[in-house]
């Protein structure tokens, strides 16, 4: 009895010690999205392999702990790696691969196995990140728009906001999908229009399974957006297994979980709050600390392989005081409060029709709010209230057929209808009025193989509005050129897009004569794959903007505004603005195939718009250069350690006449000089280390950040102080250690 005891505690122990985990996931066709059954997958580097079911499921057991790629191959479609896999203990990663049918075989053409995304049935290169990228990238605190701005397209207002600027477009013009789901805004303190006022993003990145962003041109199936779409796609819940974590750090605590709740329903949620506003007291901060929480969640019904149901949540509150003490302190005129809501709850179908089509189609309500008060330092009266509520209804259907190997095509259309109420008050004047404006698109596109070398797209989007009440049309063509023995690709892109001018000045124009602005965009792209994990890329580019909101030629005197980058409450608006941007981007990019992975990317171009005097100007984000290098190693699972410099040119400004602010107790500006001077230049070092722990019961993160490594005064923007009677300036960040923990379960 004794020596059996002995030889079961050697069997637990033995597999307490070993330290074992899965690789899972399911293989389909991306032309049909139906399961593929018998493709081949192999661990890389080992013998160990599977082959997928009749419902394209796989599974591989009995790995060691640690990261691993995977090699997917099937009969008739392209091969494609999987990297950044990490198997562990008590968890695992169920992945969603899409096998692209072979149809770029020519003569002459080396067709190569990449761990990239992109693939030769791509309508427009774009550049995608999946989950366990997102979670390491360095300087980004898992914020989706601080990862996607170390891309050399995107240029950011500083670490204070969450803000993108694409290609010289303003942090209004991008447009973000969830699962084919429209969603406002990705940020918290976000306003009606779409900017962030706040350094925190709204989307839980341990949702994400991937995200695909367009920068470049985007296809026709997204619409209403100027510069940039981004395609994120949640993860589904678990199916076999109930699982989780719970997350703590400098800022905020969250949980997640997911699992299953019948055979054919899988969930997955979570909850995050800040907590600094709960200590703000005890430590001495002056309320001026931002405070945050979101919940989001997805549901999954699937009935069959040839539909799913999915139900999305995603809700976002926060909240910004400013005390009166701490405005006196910093020099500041104001104090008061800024709160922000989103809620948006979406329904999507996906059904397979047959082999050759399939269709995705998704009904979302969302409603903001957002809500400000400020008050006077000196007489504690009211000096600027705003309460916006904005309310968006969005149908859309995307249908996908196949006709053959070499030709496909795409087409749906979107409803789209937005309501805006407003109450604005401003220096004793108020402004109050409401707008309802309906969008009707639809759109189509085709895809074939020419010459045996040549992928070309060509579709249009074709929109209606109920304030300019005619059609619109919008083409777009992709040419994807490949040289044969495997010397790149030449990609050209050219296409038109449309976008509403904001809903306050439609609100004031009482003829209802402003347009939609428009922008015509061209890019000569060359792309070259130099190993299966290194690729290089060079763009040229130009964006041209017609129809934008300005004031009329009497104001311009006053205040020169290029309306676009900086929304303000004007009357007489017109729709004549035009403005340019031109550019040359470098992308160096190495994916994680071996310890080593990184970004090298760098931008020089301009963005000028034109006065009503015709006075070339630059826009708000002129920042004419951009640089940023983003490289990691892990040499194990154990631990990581990684980096991101950033550099960019000097922000374009104003210059404040002391002078006469302090005559009129009131800033004033050098308006013949707008935006002619610029702020120092900008760079920054972020430093991330993350060690990984395996526990009885699950495992165990932990990393910290140094923000600022260096402690680089950058500065953001100049304001004259009636306070002080001088001339101030507001900077970013300065050296901020970040840290955390996840406990995954």
Known sequence: MAMKYVIISLILFQSLSHSEGTISGNIIDKTN?????????????????????????????ELENGFYSISVSYMGYESKFVADIWVRDNAYEFLKIELNPAIINYEGVMVTQSYFSKTSVDQYNSISFNNDEIRRAPGSGQEISRILNALPSVASVGENRQDMLVRGGGPTENGFVIDNIHIPSISHFNTPDGRSNGPIGMINTEMVDDIEFFSNGFPAEFGNKLSSYGNISYRD?????????????????????????????????????SYLDLISDAINAGGGLPSYDDLQGKLKYSPSHYDAF????????????????????????????????????????????????????????????????????????????TNDIFRTFNARQINHIQFNKILSSAFGFEIQNRNLEYDFF??????????????????????????????????????????????????????????????????????????????????????NNLESINTTQHSLTFEKLITSSTKFSMSVYEKKYNNAPMMERNQIFTDPTFLLDQLRTYRNIVSNGKAKTTGVELLFEKKRATNFYGLIGGTIYKSTYHDQLGVKRNRNNNYEYLFNIVGGYRP???????????????????????????????????????????????????????????MKYGNIITYIELWNAYNRKNIETYFWSREKQDILETAYFSFIPVGGVEIEF
């Open 310 to 385: 999915t139900i999305l949540l995603v809700n976002g509150n926060s909240l910004y005081e400013r005390k009166k003490e701490e405005s006196i302190s910093a020099g500041e005129d104001t104090y008061g409060n800024v709160k922000n809501k989103q809620n948006t709850i979406g329904l999507g179908h996906r059904h397979i029709w047959n082999q050759n089509a399939y269709s995705n189609t998704s009904i979302s309500i969302s409603k903001q709010n957002a809500d400000a008060t400020f008050y006077e330092n000196q007489s504690d009266t009211i000096s600027l209230s």
């Open 636 to 694: 194990s699972s154990r631990w990581e350690i990684s980096l991101r410099w950033s550099l960019f040119g000097g922000r374009p400004y104003t210059k404040i006449d002391l002078v006469n602010s302090n005559l009129d107790d009131e800033e004033v500006l050098f308006y013949n000089e707008f935006n002619r001077s610029r702020t120092p230049i900008y760079h920054n070092l972020f430093l991330r280390y993350e060690r990984r722990k395996k």
């Open 33 to 61: 999205q139906l399961p593929l059954e018998g493709a081949n997958i192999s661990v890389v580097g080992t013998i160990k392999g599977v082959i997928s079911d009749k419902n394209g499921d796989f599974l591989i057991s």
């Open 426 to 511: 401003l220096n004793n004047v108020n402004s109050k009025n409401d707008v309802l404006v309906t969008n009707l698109s639809s759109f189509m596109s085709i895809k074939s193989i020419l010459f045996r070398k040549v992928l070309i797209s060509i579709g249009s989007r074709f929109n209606w509005n109920d304030f300019e009440r005619e059609i619109l049309i919008a083409p777009r063509i992709n040419v994807d050129f490949s040289f044969s023995k495997g010397w790149g690709n030449i990609i050209i892109n050219s296409g038109r897009y449309y976008q509403n001018p904001p809903e306050k000045y439609l609100s004031v124009v009482e003829e």
């Open 237 to 273: 819940g678990k199916k076999d297994s109930l699982a989780g974590n719970v997350s703590i750090g400098m800022g905020g605590a969250g949980s997640l979980i997911e699992g299953s709740l019948l055979h054919d329903v899988t969930f997955i949620g979570s909850y995050r709050r």
